[in-house]
């Protein structure tokens, strides 16, 4: 059973479209994220859900819409693609929450969305 | 800012050991982490690191130094399979949630 489950997992697609990646755990975790990684392979967090929440937006352009409608799933719609788009977007789950600092939970990452701009 | 810095590439020999290095200057310190990525896939969880010191977890260990800032994975008798990327991260407190910052990863090519 696949535990981080993202959809789909290719996206070709034209500048100024509008798109949804889809994103599921089923391990139960209560924090959810979403990352992007460029051509450089950097990773860099974008935003996290604890428990259908919004606790981190990295200044992201407000062309980019997370929705949580359950603690199990979320998604990321991005309005009017831009060239810059084109990347590798990775979905992640971990059991966070008050008193993280207590201990350590690693994240679970999906199979990642390879989104290309034309 | 955060901070967090890895050569981007190395190159070792199988059935050596290779040390890859990482330093950091954060806030809000938590701990550690250690990924693996090989190419076109998702980052697996390798180790992490919370006090002083080195964990050994078979041929990988870790190591951290939370007075210098500073961390390095130690992979013995490297395999082909072992060609990834490996990356660096830091545990952070963000208003009592996890927030981990990553490094941009060091890319390990293992030759025969």
């Known amino acids: 059973d696949t535990a981080v489950s993202q959809t789909p997992k290719y996206l070709v697609t034209q500048m100024g479209n509008d798109k949804s990646i889809k994103c599921e755990q089923n391990?139960?975790?209560?924090?959810m994220y979403w990352y992007k990684q460029d051509s450089k392979k950097f990773l860099k967090i974008m935003f996290s859900?604890?428990?259908?929440?919004?606790?981190i937006n990295e200044t992201v352009p407000n062309r980019f819409s997370p929705k949580s409608p359950d603690k199990a799933h979320l998604n990321l719609h991005i309005n009017s693609l831009e060239l810059g788009d084109s990347a590798v977007y990775f979905c992640a789950s971990s059991q966070e929450g008050p008193g993280a600092t207590e201990s350590f939970r690693p994240q679970h990452f999906g199979d990642g969305t390879r989104l290309s701009i034309l | 800012g955060q901070n967090i810095d890895q050569p981007t590439e190395m190159t070792a020999t199988e059935g050596a050991i290779v040390q890859i290095n990482c330093t950091y200057q954060t806030s809000g310190f938590n701990g550690l982490f250690w990924y693996q990525q090989h190419a076109g896939e998702a980052p697996t969880f390798l180790s992490y690191?919370?006090?002083?010191g080195l964990e050994e977890k078979g041929r990988f260990s870790s190591f951290l130094s939370r007075s210098k800032g500073y961390s390095y994975l130690l992979l013995k008798e490297l395999q082909m399979k072992d060609s990834a990327s490996y990356l660096c991260a830091a545990d952070l407190n963000s208003g009592g949630y996890q927030k981990v910052t990553f490094g941009i990863g060091t890319k390990l090519q293992v030759i025969p």
């Open positions: 391990l139960g975790h209560d924090t």
């Open positions: 690191n919370v006090l002083d």
């Open positions: 859900y604890n428990n259908k929440e919004l606790i």
